[in-house]
Nanobody, 131 residues
Framework: QLQLVESGGGLVQPGGSLRLSCAAS????????VGWFRQAPGKEREGVSCISSTDPAIYYADSAKGRFTISRDNAKNTVYLQMNSLKPEDTAVYYC????????????????????????WGQGTQVTVSS
């Protein structure tokens, strides 16, 4: 059974950077689309960035474009989210999710309506951007 563990969250000042990691165990991520999502208190979950299993094809939410970079290292069975120029509005719990590739899945689809693809979820890591 696929298990995901996020790490790398923390407290950072506005303008700072963090790199989140999503490490998988028990199952190889090679055949999975993986996404980063976030949820702030009182707000709906947002798909921040998602990446395909190969190519790779990548989707970024408008809020992430130009500041965040998603990448994957299949040898380490890990997906990363590099976050630069962080803003207070980036404060949230960040989750990674992985869905097995299929003919219907796409990075934008996974980020937009993850429930359709029944992904596995990690437990989340808190990111707080504050001075």
């Amino acid at each position: 059974q696929l298990q995901l563990v996020e790490s790398g969250g923390g407290l950072v000042q506005p303008g700072g950077s963090l790199r989140l990691s999503c490490a998988a165990s028990e199952v190889s991520l090679d055949w999975y689309f993986v996404g980063w999502f976030r949820q702030a208190p009182g707000k709906e979950r947002e798909g921040v960035s998602c990446i395909s299993s190969t190519d790779p094809a990548i989707y970024y939410a408008d809020s992430a474009k130009g500041r965040f970079t998603i990448s994957r290292d299949n040898a380490k069975n890990t997906v990363y989210l590099q976050m630069n120029s962080l803003k207070p509005e980036d404060t949230a719990v960040y989750y990674c999710a992985a869905a097995y590739r299929s003919r219907s899945i796409s990075p934008q689809g996974l980020c937009g309506t993850p429930v359709i693809f029944r992904p596995a979820w990690g437990q989340g890591t808190q990111v707080t951007v504050s001075s």
